[in-house]
């Protein structure tokens, strides 16, 4: 925190003194706070253009405290949509927490007279119970967010009783701080914003049967960048052989199959791993490592890439085979590409990719075998592994991409129809997109979000 009030000092004092050399916008209007960027610790940092000040004029101190007043009613709203979500998640891990609590009261019991137990009961229940122990401190991360909310609710009510209360003499106040104080607030919450949107994957429940319809393997999808109103799906049944994808108005129009469009791509595709991102469609041209991006709207192709070393034509696919070397994927940070390599000893190669030009802006090695996936997507900056495409499928290996390391992890999820060949996470909807066997089923993602303000560090 001090860090940040002293840049927020800093700023201010630079634009008081009428000196911003780079800005093009007038600061006479009221507060604004511009591009948020995030540092090396993934803080966000604001820049403040603050109003300019007549110190003598008492009409200039009450519309600043108008807009003061404003700002802070506005922040109480934006609390209340936090808290909403907060208290959801809250929920479930609170129920997390009292089954291990549960969980750890028999085990006390059974150790207490262990003698007299099978060691195999005793052995499966302290297996479960290994596996629950790196939700703890992620619990106790959890309770110093909530208490984190419960106090910006608190800093709200006392700004705005503080700033109701001088609206009468003003004039006696000291308004530099009250500034100080609104936006330091704002920040942080701001901040709690921007973490509150990704979180680590704990639960994926469903599936809910969508469609029955083409063969064993294929892929659908909506873009996650679309707008609300526009839910487009697009259908790419089969994973050779083909280059026709099939576009919906809506979820609804896929259901009665009534077909908007279709689209005959320039060169077929190989693998189920398509994705379409801020509408163009990504794909592995087929016995190939180029991925090409083309345009819905002008059928034509964009761009066009190899991905250099990748493993294509079932030399790295996942567990079920069929070409699908090139796994394609788009999350909250963009477009991303999951192969493996003879350099990487045939482990996953997580790249980001550039959308516009397809270049690998960065990669990153895993140590997980490729051929022994049986599906990845990612999330929030982190790559998710199952261990199989069949029956008893889990999610199985995480990697973050942020902090470049890796966890065994057992996140299990209902493979109704024993086999899995595309499986991928659409951010605007929160959910997994599968094709489970020629149905096409949506899953649910719980996500954990671990709020993270100035005030940790
Ligand atoms: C408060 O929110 C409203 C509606 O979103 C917006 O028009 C207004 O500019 C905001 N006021 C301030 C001071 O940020
Ligand atoms: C809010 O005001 C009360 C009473 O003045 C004070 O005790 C409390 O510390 C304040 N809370 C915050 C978060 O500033
Ligand atoms: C999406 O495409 C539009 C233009 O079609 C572009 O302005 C925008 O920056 C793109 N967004 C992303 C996240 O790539
Ligand atoms: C996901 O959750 C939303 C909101 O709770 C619900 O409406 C939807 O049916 C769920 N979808 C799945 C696939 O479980």
Redesign the pocket.
């Known amino acids: 925190m001090q860090a940040l009030v002293s840049v927020l000092d800093l700023l201010l004092l630079v634009m008081l003194s009428g000196f911003y050399p780079t800005m093009t916008v007038s600061p006479k209007e009221?507060?604004q706070v511009y591009s948020s960027a995030q540092d090396a610790d993934g803080r966000c940092i604001c820049t403040v253009v603050a109003p300019e000040q007549n110190l003598c004029s008492r009409d200039a101190k009450s519309r600043q405290l108008r807009?003061l007043l404003?700002?802070v009613?506005?922040m109480s709203?934006s609390i209340e949509v936090l808290n909403l979500r907060t208290q959801r998640d809250f929920q479930y891990v609170l129920k997390m927490e009292n089954q291990m609590k549960g969980l750890k009261a028999k085990f006390r019991q059974i150790e207490d007279d262990r003698k007299t137990l099978l060691t195999k009961h005793f052995q499966d229940l302290k297996e479960k119970m290994d596996e629950l122990q790196p939700l703890i401190p992620v619990l106790e991360q959890y309770k110093t967010d909530a208490k984190l909310i419960t106090q910006f609710k608190e800093e709200i009510r006392n700004l705005s009783a503080v700033l109701t209360g001088i609206q009468e003499e003003i004039g006696a106040y000291d308004f530099e701080d009250l500034h100080r104080r609104v936006l330091s607030l704002e920040t942080r919450l701001r901040n709690c914003m921007t973490k509150l949107t990704c979180g680590k994957l704990m639960k994926i429940t469903g599936p809910i049967t969508i469609k029955t319809s083409g063969t064993r393997f294929g892929a659908w999808m909506t873009d996650p960048l679309a707008s609300e109103r526009n839910n487009r799906v697009w259908y790419m049944d089969s994973y050779t052989n083909n280059k026709v994808v099939r576009e919906y108005k809506s979820i609804r129009d896929f259901v009665s199959g009534a077909e908007s469009r279709t689209y005959s791509l320039p060169f077929r595709w190989a693998g189920t791993s398509h994705v379409v991102y801020n509408g163009s469609l990504y794909y592995n041209k087929y016995q190939s490592n180029i991925i090409i991006k083309y345009s819905f709207d002008t059928g034509r192709i964009l761009a066009q890439r190899s991905v250099e070393y990748a493993g294509f034509h079932n030399v790295y696919p996942y567990t079920w085979g069929g070409f699908s070397d090139i796994d394609l994927m788009a999350d909250e940070m963009g477009l991303w590409a999951v192969y493996a390599t003879n350099q990487n000893a045939g482990n996953i190669v997580i790249s980001q990719l550039n959308a516009d030009t397809l270049e690998v802006l960065k990669s990153w090695n895993t140590g997980y075998p490729k051929r022994s996936a049986g599906e990845s997507f990612m999330i929030c900056g982190t790559l998710y592994v199952t261990n199989s495409h069949l029956t008893g499928a889990k999610v199985y290996y995480s990697y973050s991409t942020k902090t470049s390391t890796y966890e065994y992890i057992d996140i299990p999820f209902h493979n109704q129809y024993f086999h899995i060949s595309m499986l991928d996470y659409n951010a605007r909807d929160r959910a997994l997109y599968a094709w489970n066997n020629g149905h096409q089923v949506l899953f649910n993602v719980t996500l954990f979000h671990i709020i993270k303000t100035e005030d940790d560090a």
């Open positions: 009221g507060w807009q404003e700002k009613q506005n709203q």
